[in-house]
């Protein structure tokens, strides 16, 4: 059995009972210890973690043509140990999915997850207007030990409406994901132009990802802002 944790909120511990595999963003293992000698190995995944040939292979593809891609490595433990990871110093977070709850996130955000989540991507249909693109990396608990370690730079905020039934509006290209229990819960696009965008003075804002209050979500972003998106401009 697998418990993540984070130390220093940069570095991923994961701690192992018995045998069992971890998936990571290939790379990331910075350090580890066992008892009695090395008892884990790191294997790269050519196509993804699902045991069927098939829908690896088409997984593979839908996440190169999509830009989801997530080069990852698959970490088989033979007993106890404890193991590290990280990425270029990013802040770490933590999630347990409850059983059958999806969160959608970046793929570059992934920094690893246990096998009780079921990894895959689906498409969105939020356009070109931010690095956000057409489609969404996504993990769904099918069983009781469905950890995810999420990369942000910066420390993450979050914002909930699952009490408040508040509407939430977000800049895309700072969302690393969302989560509910009721299904995906994919928001609204919304879009704010005038004729200030073509004359160069519009306010950077002028478009964003909305939850409304009967869309029960939990939104986690990050302190930075991916660069991308359309800019429309008259000098």
């Known amino acids: 059995?697998?418990?993540?944790?984070?130390?220093?909120?940069?570095?991923?511990?994961?701690?192992?009972?018995?045998?069992?595999?971890?998936?990571?963003?290939?790379?990331?293992?910075?350090?580890?210890?066992?008892?009695?000698?090395?008892?884990?190995?790191?294997?790269?995944?050519?196509?993804?973690?699902?045991?069927?040939?098939?829908?690896?292979?088409?997984?593979?593809?839908?996440?190169?043509?999509?830009?989801?891609?997530?080069?990852?490595?698959?970490?088989?433990?033979?007993?106890?140990?404890?193991?590290?990871?990280?990425?270029?110093?990013?802040?770490?977070?933590?999630?347990?999915?409850?059983?059958?709850?999806?969160?959608?996130?970046?793929?570059?955000?992934?920094?690893?997850?246990?096998?009780?989540?079921?990894?895959?991507?689906?498409?969105?249909?939020?356009?070109?207007?931010?690095?956000?693109?057409?489609?969404?990396?996504t993990l769904t608990a099918t069983g009781g030990n469905a950890y995810v370690a999420i990369l942000a730079n910066g420390n993450p905020i979050v914002l909930s409406n699952i009490q408040s039934r508040d509407t939430i509006s977000v800049d895309p290209d700072a969302v690393i994901c969302w989560m509910s229990q009721s299904g995906y819960c994919d928001p609204q696009i919304k879009t704010d132009l005038s004729w200030k965008n073509l004359i160069g003075q519009a306010s950077g804002e002028s478009y964003a990802f909305e939850w409304s209050g009967n869309q029960p979500v939990s939104v986690i972003m990050q302190p930075s802002e991916r660069r991308g998106g359309i800019r429309v401009s008259m000098d």
């Open 1 to 137: 059995m697998l418990t993540f944790e984070t130390v220093n909120e940069l570095t991923l511990k994961v701690t192992c009972r018995g045998n069992d595999v971890l998936f990571t963003k290939a790379g990331s293992f910075i350090a580890g210890n066992s008892p009695g000698g090395k008892n884990y190995k790191f294997e790269k995944l050519l196509l993804g973690p699902q045991n069927n040939f098939g829908q690896a292979a088409l997984g593979s593809l839908l996440r190169r043509v999509t830009g989801e891609n997530l080069p990852l490595m698959k970490v088989t433990f033979g007993g106890d140990s404890v193991t590290y990871y990280a990425d270029y110093g990013q802040h770490v977070l933590i999630y347990k999915l409850a059983m059958g709850e999806t969160i959608s996130v970046e793929s570059e955000n992934i920094l690893a997850f246990t096998q009780d989540c079921d990894y895959s991507v689906r498409f969105i249909g939020c356009g070109v207007i931010s690095q956000k693109g057409l489609a969404t990396s």
